[in-house]
């Protein structure tokens, strides 16, 4: 068994309650190749193993610590000794305490690459400053609900020249508006991924982040932050957010009107990504100012559960949404048929997936829509309980000629007038009709002839159609489907 363990590389041991630390060492002996150990929620102390490990574990590089309880101060210090080369650490909720910081050297962390903090409690400013100082090839940090401010950042020597790529601030309580400054003024200059969600900042002195570098962030998050005002997050997507790819803001209480007239960019916007979940405040002018300035290579657009109608769209600054591949609009309770219009009419040729769902769109008027919806294969319009039957006919004759996926859940068609569909050789491959409950026999029969050719996938529960009469159906048009959900 020594044979077969010498030349592991990876080794997972995690929820073995019953591990001992003598138990453990045990293993590693029989490891010397080792590069990956795993022990999550395991109840190791760690006291034991300068003393006992007679060989240091020089090939490690990654080790989850996450949920040891009983890991001691002590004990992670005997791991830093052993593991010279280790790159990736997660000590997530480790409760260390103030000392055990205060007597790392900065040799025991200089290797360390990805280190996860998350749920340290007692992790507060002082013991920032150590890790920055000690992990001096540092990429990737996660302080995810620790005690931060980021306030003594300010003590932080120009010596250290922070390498962190990818810094996490989820949940950080006591973040403040001057700690966030602070941290991107002293580590800010490598960050590509920022990620703020439910931090308590609104972002009022942002104006005063002292950018002495060129910023390099792509990816901001700041879901949940409900204190986050319009001001705040214009002022620090116009000081940081030049090669801003991602921006994720759901969850928050920004409306944007004021953006068009407070933001000024010399450069075309980057941003491919925005997400709008659950923002009851946001408004048709400002969902039109923000599209005006990061429309142009915009790819992503998602926003649900606001009270948005899109009438508006028709005043966009650009004339169209040119790179747009995915449009996801749902629970928006004011959106429909002439808003709905209106936006797609902004799309341009690569719009991929579309979902509309639970909005009060009919459909009706879809004619009169000038889109190219050649690379278009997924369509959703689930819970849109007006659609009705002409509506779908017309939306699906403008849009559904490559789709590959349609999902009309728990919609008040009953499918008869799919008799009128002018679509050639639909290439359809999964439809989901479950809860349709007007659907009827005729109504499925004439969907599933021109749709079933290339149906792999079906779900039709809950319509009030026999589990016998769909079979049924099925083996006439269906050649090809695999699963099927019928009950």
Known sequence: SQNCLSHLKDLDLSQCENLTDFGLINILKCC???????????????????????TNLQKLSEINLKWCNSLTDLGLKNILMLCPN???????????????????????????????????????????????????????????ATSITGELLSELSLNYLPTIEDLVLRRCDKLTDLGLVELINKVGNNIKVLKLNDANITGEIFAQ????FSPKLEHLD?????????????????????????LKASHTFICGENFGDNFCWENQSKLEQLEFNSCPEITDLGLVAMLSKFGTNLKSLIVSRAKLSLIRCENLVLKNLPALEVLHLSSCPKLGDDGLESILDKCGPRLQSIEMRSIDISGESFQ???????????????????????????????LGQNIKFLDLTRTQISGE??????????????????GCKSLTVRGLSLILEKFGGRLRRMILSRTGISKEMISEQCLEFCPLLKYSNIS
Do not use: W
């Open 86 to 144: 280790l790159k990736v650490m997660n000590l997530t909720n480790f409760g260390f305490s103030k000392e055990m910081f205060s007597d790392l050297t900065i040799d025991n962390m200089s290797q360390l690459v990805d280190l996860c903090c998350m749920g340290c409690e007692m992790l507060t400013d002082n013991e920032l400053l150590t890790i920055i100082k000690s992990c001096s090839s540092l990429k990737a940090l996660d302080l995810a």
């Open 222 to 246: 700041l879901t949940g932050c409900t204190k986050l005002s319009d001001f705040g997050i214009f002022s620090f997507i116009a000081k940081m957010g030049h090669q801003l790819r991602i």
């Open 417 to 434: 007038s799919f008799v009128e569909i002018s679509l050639n050789s639909p290439s359809l491959e999964e439809l989901f009709l479950s």
């Open 209 to 212: 982040i002292n950018i002495s």
């Open 368 to 398: 009169y829509l000038s889109i190219d919806a050649s690379q278009l294969q997924r369509l959703a319009l689930t819970s849109c309980k007006k659609l009705t039957d002409i509506g779908i006919i017309k939306i699906l004759n403008k």
């Open 32 to 54: 010397p190749e080792l590069m990956a150990l795993d022990l999550r929620d395991t109840n190791i102390s760690g006291e034991f193993f300068s003393e006992h490990c007679c």
